[in-house]
């Protein structure tokens, strides 16, 4: 599986973005997830979803973003709301066959910036 991601860039504190992470090989059963790494900070959990729809979010990220997977496209996506300079980061796709365990398949990440 190899994981490719874009739209990242620069926004505006308040602004919006959407990520797209776009799978080569199967992914239909996969869990798929966003992370994210901000300088100095470990890696951290923003959102992932099951094959059936289920997602898990960051509290951080509650009511503001949204996870969701095209099955036929292989691809998810993050639509990023509201977004605060505390979201800047690299973010990262991954991919796992378990929901209790970490991801087998990462993406190269896309960098996301948010000014005040």
């Known amino acids: 599986v190899q994981l490719v991601e874009s739209g990242g860039g620069l926004v505006q504190a308040g602004g919006s973005l959407r990520l797209s992470c776009a799978a080569s090989?199967?992914?239909?059963?996969?869990?798929m997830g966003w992370y994210r790494q901000a300088p100095g900070k470990q890696r951290e959990l923003v959102a992932r979803?099951?094959?059936?729809?289920?997602?898990e979010y960051a509290d951080s990220v509650k009511g503001r973003f949204t996870i969701s997977r095209d099955n036929a496209k292989n691809t998810i996506y993050l639509q990023m709301n509201s977004l605060q300079p505390e979201d800047t980061a690299v973010y990262y796709c991954?991919?796992?066959?378990?929901?209790?365990?970490?991801?087998?398949?990462w993406g190269q990440g896309t960098q996301v910036t948010v000014s005040s």
């Open positions: 991954a991919s796992g066959s378990s929901w209790y365990r970490a991801p087998d398949y």
């Open positions: 090989g199967n992914i239909f059963n996969n869990v």
């Open positions: 979803i099951t094959s059936g729809g289920g997602t």
